[in-house]
């Protein structure tokens, strides 16, 4: 394929940018005093927080991100003398601190152990908040436990009647899916209760909140006069919660067996069970054990739903992939395509685990298993859960497996096995299919997004193999949207199951920062962030982030030109209004979401604008290719790199590349 508007292609491959590492860019360690300097509000907070080893490590914080304003000056005080700024990683602005400590949590907790790790977002009542919205949507909608330490104004402010300018301010946070305590206490009468002696059980509750299931952000509001104040307060011991299912309720107890025993029961003689995964399963002991076991014991289709991470094994032969999300009733046809006879969903409803669309998702007449920590998942989006198992989602599976294998006749294994191996070689045919239709494209011009994914898998599947990597360290954070698909066929394909392959939650484009957080959380791992133009133009604040934290990520930039995703969407609106394909194409194509312009900016030379103060070199490894020859070498370059490095290769879109004769020609 060729295109009229591909700008200058270099002969031969760039030879790399130089990727060092940054070590002299960090100033001398600060000086920690774990006992505070002042005496303020702010100091027992941050003592409280940093002695839980779910926040900290005694000394400092496991993750701690955010941007300051005006109040939280005591805070900040306070974490920069307690920790000498230990687990601190800046976030050059708010949007991109929350994607951070959503890839933090995503990573820390994903070894199947449960929540180890819960990271903090230090930010600005007044515009912070707002400005973190967009990334608040991945931590919601992953129902990812953050806690959010706000600074506000506080008394100052409400002496000005110009409180947050939002008269509601914890309906705000609320409205975008997260709980607050605030500090001084709204007494039930209107009036603020400015007691000290209640700051650190406001903080108990807020922390008590953010541990417990279901989880979610929380945030604990702390205004500066308060914070300021130093009412000489001794840190306070806070106890971890239980996971739900395993206290020492007998009602709660004999109501978890009773739904187990139904859902036993209901599964015991079904002939197509499906399971639909969310991310409870991920961060939750023992069940992503559970659901596969489970699986083979019942001969299941296997599908993520809102569920990014590996939360299953993706070589199992029930392993059906992810869900997708377009129309409003896709997950619905997609299920009702596999013809269930029974659906399980286990962690979250769907198709919206926060903001339901009304749909069921399972279709008319097909029972429905619902597994949550989360009460309200029972009759969530309309689900109507024929047995509904209100629990932690490991304890709940490993139960239920154990409890369909007494109920059921030996000879149903026999069948189970065999629909298994059925559904296997179904996907296994469809993969093939894909990955021969891919080999059409090797040599495109402008590059296609399946030769950088092959020779990405490639050099992976190869430094696995002579030891240089393994395969358990490397993670991957695909948010390449339309060019993603070949990205995991081929992981899929070369057996690289072992990946930590992480598809973005969306919608917000933040791949960038959430990469970092995994980086933040496995120091020592490899980690690849996919990502569109689209993607990069909302995150360059990340690159600042990396750079001056050296943080290692290896970004690929898979730049079509355009923003193929919105362009599918509104051809999808001009299918829906009746057009042709030809219109439909066209309501694609519109300028400028699908530019495909001349000008563009050159990121790997942006980036080679990060320099060494001393010498002047760049820090951040980059490489800008449009050649398909040139794909393999400046990948090689990129994982041999020790520092950040940045990718750029200019590819083609795989749904509306301009064709010669039509779409934009050169400016
Ligand atoms: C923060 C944010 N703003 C806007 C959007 C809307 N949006 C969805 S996809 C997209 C374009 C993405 O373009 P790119 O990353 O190049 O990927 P492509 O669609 O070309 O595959 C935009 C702007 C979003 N998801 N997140």
């Given at each position: ?315 199992h032969e029930s392993w ?100 298994l191996k059925q559904i296997a070689q179904e996907n296994r ?239």
């Amino acid at each position: 394929m060729t295109s009229r508007v591909v700008p200058s292609k270099p002969a031969t491959p760039p030879a790399p940018r130089p990727t060092t590492r940054n070590t002299d860019v960090k100033p001398a360690q600060l000086e920690a005093s774990p006992g505070g300097k002042r005496g303020t509000a702010a100091e027992a907070v941050i003592r409280t927080l940093v002695q839980h080893p779910l926040f900290g490590d005694g000394t400092g914080f496991h993750f701690l991100s955010g941007n300051t304003g005006s109040n939280e000056g005591p805070i900040w005080q306070a974490i920069q003398d307690i920790t000498g700024l230990k687990g601190v990683v800046h976030g050059p602005n708010e949007f991109i601190a929350a994607c951070m400590a959503s890839g933090f949590e995503a990573m820390a907790n994903a070894a199947g152990e449960g929540v180890r790790k819960i990271p903090i977002l230090a930010l600005h009542a007044q515009i912070g908040v707002k400005y973190a919205a967009a990334g608040f949507d991945f931590l919601t909608r992953q129902r990812q436990p953050c806690l959010l330490l706000v600074g506000d104004a506080g008394r100052l402010a409400r002496q000005y009647g110009g409180h947050n300018s939002v008269p509601d301010y914890p309906g705000l946070l609320g409205a975008l899916g997260i709980k607050s305590v605030h500090f001084p206490v709204d007494d039930e009468d209107g009036a603020w209760s400015r007691d000290p002696g209640r700051l650190l059980p406001a903080l108990k509750a807020a922390m008590a909140a953010v541990m417990s299931e279901p989880y979610a952000p929380v945030a604990f509001i702390l205004d500066e006069d308060m914070a300021n104040s130093r009412p000489r307060l001794t840190p306070a011991v806070v106890a971890s919660p239980p996971l739900r299912g395993s206290g020492d309720d007998d009602e709660a107890g004999s109501r978890l067996e009773d739904g187990i025993a139904r859902a036993a029961t209901l599964l015991a003689d079904k002939e197509r069970p499906m399971l639909v995964l969310n991310q409870e399963v991920g961060r939750s002991p023992g069940a992503r054990a559970a659901a596969e076991e489970l699986a083979t014991v019942i001969g299941a289709r296997v599908v993520g739903c809102y569920a990014p991470g590996t939360l299953f094994d993706r070589g199992h032969e029930s392993w059906c992939g992810n869900l997708s999300f377009g129309d409003a009733n896709d997950v619905e046809k997609q299920i009702a395509g596999c013809k269930p006879d029974v659906v399980v969903v286990v962690g979250g409803p769907f198709p919206n685990n926060v903001w339901p669309n009304g749909r069921a998702g399972v279709p008319e007449g097909v029972p429905a298993i619902v597994i949550s920590p989360d009460p309200s998942d029972e009759t969530r989006v309309n689900l109507k859960a024929s047995v509904f198992v209100w629990a932690n989602v490991g304890i709940a599976l490993t139960d239920l497996v154990e409890q369909v294998k007494q109920r059921r006749a030996p000879a149903r294994q026999t069948v189970a096995s065999a629909r298994l191996k059925q559904i296997a070689q179904e996907n296994r045919a469809s993969l093939e299919a894909r990955v021969a239709g891919y080999v059409n494209h090797m040599d495109d011009i402008p590059i296609h997004p399946s030769r950088i994914a092959r020779e990405l898998a490639t050099a992976l599947k190869t430094r696995a193999e002579d030891g240089r990597l393994r395969l358990e360290d490397v993670a991957i954070f695909d948010e390449a949207l339309t060019s993603s698909a070949p990205f995991l066929d081929y992981v899929e394909h070369l057996g690289l199951g072992a990946i930590f392959y992480y598809g973005t939650p969306g919608p917000t484009l933040g791949a960038f920062g959430a990469s970092l957080g995994f980086q933040a959380a496995n120091p020592g791992g490899l980690v690849i962030s996919l990502l569109g133009d689209g993607g990069a133009d909302f995150n360059d604040g990340a690159f600042i982030a990396a750079a001056r934290e050296n943080l290692p990520v290896k970004h690929l930039l898979i730049d079509n030109g355009g923003y193929e995703l919105v362009s599918l969407n509104f051809a999808r609106d001009a299918r829906l209004r009746g057009e042709s394909q030809e219109q439909q194409f066209e309501a694609g194509c519109v300028v400028p979401l699908h530019s495909q312009g001349l000008i563009h900016q050159n990121r790997a030379l942006q980036v080679g604008g990060f320099v060494r103060r001393a010498a002047g070199e760049p820090v951040f490894g980059s490489a800008y290719i449009e050649q398909p020859e040139q794909v393999g070498p400046a990948i090689n370059a990129m994982l041999d790199s020790t520092g950040p490095f940045l990718l750029q290769v200019i590819a083609q879109g795989t749904h509306f590349q301009p064709k010669p004769g039509r779409g934009r020609g050169p400016l």
